[in-house]
């Protein structure tokens, strides 16, 4: 034990020694990527709990209002605290106050307006999206607190201050579930206090964030920053709202053309694969801006390891999903009652829908590095739009499980978009130069889908499912090294 106990302590302090060396940068970005991690980690382990305490229909309830919430949240705020903010940060760096302050005047305005056209439609046609009027006060106090909170927390990150905003971050992830379960227990309708007790602290800490932006107006109000919010911000509009039809759509379609309870099953098997997409935010993290220096570096050596490396991250992204699709009985008998257990055969498609989510992200790094982001609009309209009408077609034939399977046919048509843009873009800007080994990621994934989809029928059959899991174990234990090596070379840079 004593011998076991010093290897632990030596490892932390090699860790320590690491971390003090780090530069203001690398720690700033690490801990955005702790926040993170803990702020949604946080709400989907906290899934057990809920959706023990709530009937399916009630915890359809709140994945519904999550799912309104990201659309509405477009319109009223415009998306400001994303890229129009560090483009702004660089942009006017003489005055990143007065920008933060002007842009939450306008996302007040917005907001204020979204909420009047809301109400004018509600006098005339009532809960036009199956939520009472009060539950869409607190949505959009939601969406302008929260929008203040961002703003913040984008400053926070251009200026590397981290340690603040990441105390604030992990209070918004824990507490939100907390208050969530205690609303519960004094609401008549259990949906609507899950939704009270999370959006009650979004909304507390972003008062002071708005308070506190407030304070550097210093009584300007400068239009120009208005006009560069407008023209950087309302031609993403498309691309913002298609990316949500995309993740939220299907929900709403399932909770308007079969049940809630259905459409609470649905929510459950999303947020379940969701758990890959934030490992998935965190590998591009790290290897998009790695991706542009060996890029701008142009040598042989540097575009050759980005072929090599890429195709051993989509293996590895592949493993863990199939990892995810081969434990999803016991996933959902952990995170929910037997009233959930049609979830598992969601899992799959929606899991590969994940991966081909990382797919288009890496194709979209091309389009991104030179600057053509006029095509990543046009791929997110083309498969919202084929998303809609699919789910339209084959929920109402099929029933609600088909919403997994025109979801990745979606993604699937979306990664395709972004594969022919960026070849697009290469012809254009690198002498139709291949950046991937496309014929091997087109192997990769044709591989990883017909396995995936595969699984399906091995659910009943439990040795065979945990002999795959070894295997696949085995092959991580033997690759280990190559694993690791790579990891280092995406922290580094």
Known sequence: MTIIWRKFQKMINKLL????KM???ARASLWAFVASIIQKGISVLATPIFTRLLSAEEYAQYTLYQSWYDIFIIFASLNVFNYATYSAMNEYKDDKNGFIATAQILVTGLCLICFAIYYIVHIFYGDIISFPLPIIVIMFLDILFFSAFSLWCSKQRYEYKYKLMTILSVIIGTMGPILGLIAIQFSKNKGYGHIYGVAFINILIGLGAYIYNFRNLKGKFNKKYVKFILSYCIPLIP?????????????????DMCNAAQAGIYGLAY?????MIIINDAILKSYTPWTYQTIDSNTKNGLSKLKKNTNYLLILVAAANILLILFAPEAIKIFATAEYYEAIYIIPPVSCSVFFTFLFNIFANIEY??????YVGIASIIAAVANVVLNYIFIRKFGYLAAGYTTLASYILYALGHFIFMKIVSKKHADSYSFYDNRIILVIGTIFTLCSLLIIPLYKYFLIRYLLIFSIGILVLLNRKKIAKLSFKLQKH
């Open 23 to 25: 530069s203001i940068m």
């Open 239 to 255: 691309h913002f709202l298609s990316a949500k039809l995309l993740t939220r759509f299907d929900r709403i379609m399932i909770n």
């Open 17 to 20: 020694r690491k971390y003090k």
């Open 271 to 275: 947020s379940l694969s969701s758990l």
């Open 369 to 374: 590095y030179y600057k053509e982001t006029k």
